[in-house]
T-cell receptor
Framework: KQEVTQIPAALSVPEGENLVLNCSFT??????LQWFRQDPGKGLTSLLLIQSSQREQTSGRLNASLDKSSGRSTLYIAASQPGDSATYLC???????????FGQGTELSVKP | GAVVSQHPSWVICKSGTSVKIECRSL??????MFWYRQFPKQSLMLMATSNEGSKATYEQGVEKDKFLINHASLTLSTLTVTSAHPEDSSFYICSAPRQNTEAFFGQGTRLTVV
């Protein structure tokens, strides 16, 4: 069964700290992996997408890595800010069709 | 700007009534769209795959007669929650993937059944 797991479930850090969110997937034959941000009561904002042939993607203070052999992806957030507070979801896609399997999310709180 | 538009963003309905949620791809055609449901403090769970011009494919445990999906055009899919009950209260969100790019999501619909 294809499953995606995220740890930790919640994380609280002081402003300015660098942090890493973890995502693991049971089936390594992924097509791509995507990281999203979700604010309370809102929809999803796509942050980064990593194709299966890629090892990492960067956007501003965000860097996502992908290691298919170990079934893991990480989202690195540099110099965290209170505005980064949200739930971060990773999702694995196993074919071109676009169906995603989501992790449970990590609820991040950045304290000023 | 948004490439997938979902309406309404929130709806309150009485128990036993039906509610229709629309999902539109704004600047691309989507032969396939996906409907997800998210309960509070939980992740998104795929409910069904909406296929343009053919029947939707439902995930195990999702009642197809309760959650009617219609994908009548290449830019529009609708989800109708029929005979809604309080346990159907949830956050429903659609996505429309563009081939070889990321999945684009609608804004989501908060359904409350009273």
């Amino acid at each position: 069964k294809q499953e995606v797991t995220q740890i930790p479930a919640a994380l609280s850090v002081p402003e300015g700290e660098n942090l890493v969110l973890n995502c693991s997937f049971t089936d390594s034959a992924i097509y791509n992996l995507q990281w999203f941000r979700q604010d309370p009561g809102k929809g999803l904002t796509s942050l980064l997408l990593i194709q299966s042939s890629q090892r990492e993607q960067t956007s501003g203070r965000l860097n996502a890595s992908l290691d298919k052999s170990s079934g893991r992806s990480t989202l690195y957030i540099a110099a965290s800010q209170p505005g980064d507070s949200a739930t971060y979801l990773c999702a694995a896609c196993y074919n071109q069709g676009g169906k995603l399997i989501f992790g449970q999310g990590t609820e991040l709180s950045v304290k000023p | 700007g948004a490439v997938v538009s979902q309406h309404p963003s929130w709806v309150i309905c009485k128990s036993g009534t039906s509610v229709k949620i629309e999902c539109r791809s704004l600047d691309f055609q989507a032969t396939t769209m996906f409907w997800y449901r998210q309960f509070p403090k939980q992740s998104l769970m795929l409910m069904a795959t909406s296929n343009e011009g053919s029947k939707a494919t439902y995930e195990q445990g999702v009642e197809k007669d309760k959650f009617l999906i219609n994908h009548a055009s290449l830019t529009l899919s609708t989800l109708t929650v029929t005979s809604a009950h309080p346990e159907d209260s949830s956050f429903y969100i659609c996505s429309a993937p563009r081939q070889n790019t990321e999945a684009f999501f609608g804004q989501g619909t908060r359904l409350t059944v009273v």
